[in-house]
């Protein structure tokens, strides 16, 4: 997801409109600050699972609450994008 999401970034111009499959109508900075949430949830699971926190634990830290007021009531759940990059991790 996140070198997808890079990967739009780099096609994308200032002058762009994109238009998510999931969300609103955004540009580039939309699309960017987008990334960099990921980068950001990503980072902050790979730190907890780094501690040998298990999934419920990871879950229970809330690596999502800083955004979650603005950002946690999309498509996908706050619990579920923990459970998403923990497992993604894993592999």
Do not use: C
């Amino acid at each position: 997801m996140i070198r997808a999401t890079e990967a739009n970034v780099a096609k994308v111009t200032d002058k762009m409109i994109v238009i998510p499959g999931h969300g609103a109508v955004g540009d580039k900075s939309h699309l960017t600050f987008y990334r960099d949430l990921l980068v950001g949830t990503r980072d902050k699971v790979a730190a907890l699972k780094k501690q040998g926190k298990s999934l419920d634990e990871i879950i229970a830290a809330k690596p999502t609450a800083a955004t979650d007021v603005d950002w946690g009531n999309g498509f996908r759940s706050p619990k579920a994008s923990s459970e998403m990059f923990s497992r993604a991790l894993a592999r």
